[in-house]
């Protein structure tokens, strides 16, 4: 039997550690795909061509050994493989970016903006997802009541599972759109981001929708950015930007196949 590695797939601290990135996502560069400074990916809407890791400047960023200074903590051995490089490997931890990141954080944000404008009470909220008709599909995943003490914090755990939030995200727009005017720009920061998640959580994507789906992405960080000025993005923010340039995986996968045929 022959193989050969395409990509590794695993959580964001799995695979740092795995493929020889830093370990914290407050290091000042903390990304596994581009050599963007922390501060820069606070206010940064789209990724930057020019700063994406590659295996020329990962090769002196292992040399230079300075952790702070680079994000590389040591080269891998995986690197040593054929037809694999760190730097290659394409795959996004979108449970722990969206459903439990980027989700829960602007859905208390939005939440607290809407209540606060009086377009709708806790209480009511509460009864609407109580309430709500899930069908078979959605009912072992209904979300639990949303308590005063979790919008107070933006940054704390949201009191759901992956699944529930997820749940709860998509099935918003039903329960309680009827409440929200059309033009209210917070509650149109929570529909771009189900946008950007259909695609994301897609299973497949034409050439043409990664294009659209960067071009979403980078209408939803901006509108963050504008909406609260007093915040800035995470790095799960970041996460969601997805590689300006073509994967090299997809031309690595072909080329492996191609040998693997031959043999």
């Known amino acids: 039997m022959r193989f050969s590695v395409a990509q590794f ?3 964001n601290l799995g695979l740092n550690a795995l493929l020889g990135f830093t370990e914290s996502f407050s290091s000042n ?34 040399r230079h050994a300075n952790l702070s200074e680079t994000g590389v903590r040591r080269d891998s051995v995986l690197n040593n493989l054929s037809y694999f ?40 909220l509460n009864f ?3 309430s709500f008709d899930y069908g ?19 940054e704390g755990a949201m009191h759901q599972s992956a699944a529930q939030t997820w749940c709860l995200l998509r099935l918003l727009p039903c329960m309680i759109g009827d409440l929200i005017p059309e033009d209210n720009r917070h509650w149109e920061l929570l529909l771009l981001l189900l946008d950007c998640m259909e695609f994301i959580f897609s299973p497949s994507l034409t050439l043409e929708a990664t294009v659209y789906l960067a ?9 963050f950015l504008e909406l609260y000025p007093n915040l800035h993005l995470r790095p799960k923010h970041h996460f969601m930007e ?6 090299p995986a997809l031309a690595i996968c072909s080329e492996m196949s191609k040998c693997l045929e031959k043999s």
């Open 242 to 247: 997805p590689d300006p340039v073509a994967p």
């Open 215 to 223: 071009a979403i992405i980078d209408e939803h960080h901006s509108l």
């Open 9 to 11: 797939c695993g959580d």
């Open 136 to 154: 078979f599909p959605d009912l072992k995943n209904k979300p639990s009541v949303i308590g005063k003490h979790e919008l107070k914090n933006p």
């Open 85 to 124: 490089h760190v730097t290659h490997n394409q795959v996004a931890d979108i449970t722990h970016d969206l459903l439990e990141g980027v989700g829960p954080y602007e859905l208390k944000l939005v939440l607290s903006s809407l209540i606060e404008d009086k377009h709708l009470t806790l209480e009511k």
């Open 29 to 62: 560069y903390f990304c596994r795909t581009c050599k963007a400074h922390k501060t820069t990916t606070r206010t940064q809407t789209k990724e930057d061509v020019t700063l994406m890791r590659n295996e020329v400047n990962h090769a002196e960023d292992v």
């Open 128 to 130: 609407r997802i109580t």
